[in-house]
């Protein structure tokens, strides 16, 4: 590599390499240059807060919270709406969730939050069905026959249970009704039943819980509701009744409504002689 000249003896030849001086220089500079921007961009971050979250913000977990209760066509359950809102602590969703179930309760709306299917939902009240099922008229309603409604009573308060076992205690077959709950999703498989052929085993849904509005199995009636009281015997008579005797009928009483009614006893009847066109043999 061929040095360059100096600007004062161009014939001379100048040495490319830069003095520790220079370096110093030019890091100084550099510094200097930068530091009012690092500066800057410090006080910017003081100056921005960071945006609020549900889990920093009760205002805005409540909004959001109300948001997706109102908006999903199921119930929601604390574990779902604590992802959805980004938070870990479930204890503080199902205060946030019951609180807004109490205001709402209070303003007396037309909606209100219910508890169902061990989560919560947005529901109209019970006294607007009659204006909601004109809304809904042309939908289809779920109707069961006697014979789903006996099988899903069974599966509800045996459950898990096989079909055999359903059969049992109905008495008859269960095939069709089993397979109108288990296309109306009001039952499941839920396992097999270890013994001989590993049967299938029946159980209620969370569509059960909805449909019938119960927050858990926990809510069903108790089974002894159902049970029909034994048979109770009649009440005695009281002794002293029984012992009384029936009262007497004077008899000048018992005559006059004898004659009133045209009745007369066989004792009492006149005595009739051979009618008048007969004559008594000789």
Not at 108 to 113: D, E, I, T
Not at 149 to 161: D, M, R, V, W
Not at 206 to 222: A, C, M, N, T
Not at 233 to 262: H, K, L, R, T
């Amino acid at each position: 590599m061929t040095p360059r000249p100096s600007p004062e003896n161009p014939d001379s030849p100048q040495d490319p390499t830069p003095s520790p001086q220079a370096e110093d220089a030019a890091a100084a500079e550099e510094a200097a240059g930068s530091a009012p921007a690092v500066e800057h961009e410090a006080a910017t971050a003081v100056a921005e807060p960071s945006a609020p979250t549900p889990a920093t913000d009760p205002a805005l977990l409540r909004r959001a919270l109300e948001g997706l209760l109102f908006i999903t066509d199921r119930p929601l359950s604390a574990a779902e709406l604590a992802k959805l809102v980004g938070m870990r602590d479930q204890d503080r969703i199902v205060g946030a969730v019951e609180e807004l179930r109490r205001d709402l309760e209070a303003a007396n709306l037309g909606y209100r939050l219910i508890a169902v299917a061990e989560g919560w939902q947005m529901a109209t009240r019970p006294e607007l069905a009659p204006y909601v099922r004109r809304l809904f008229a042309e939908r289809a309603t779920m109707r069961l026959s006697t014979a789903a409604q006996e099988t899903l009573s069974i599966i509800a308060y045996k459950q898990p249970l096989t079909r055999a076992e359903i059969e049992g205690i109905r008495g008859v077959e269960v095939i069709a009704a089993l397979e109108t709950l288990l296309e109306k999703r009001l039952v499941k498989v839920v396992g097999r039943k270890e013994t001989v052929g590993r049967p299938l085993m029946y159980g209620s849904t969370p569509e059960f819980l909805r449909h019938f509005g119960l927050r858990s199995l926990e809510d069903l009636p108790p089974f002894d509701a159902f049970t029909p009281a034994e048979d109770v015997p009649p009440a005695a008579a009281p002794a002293d009744a029984a012992a009384a005797p029936e009262p007497e009928v004077p008899a000048a009483e018992f005559a006059a409504a004898a004659e009133d009614s045209g009745e007369t006893s066989e004792d009492s009847a006149p005595e009739t002689g051979p009618d008048e066109g007969s004559a008594e043999p000789s």
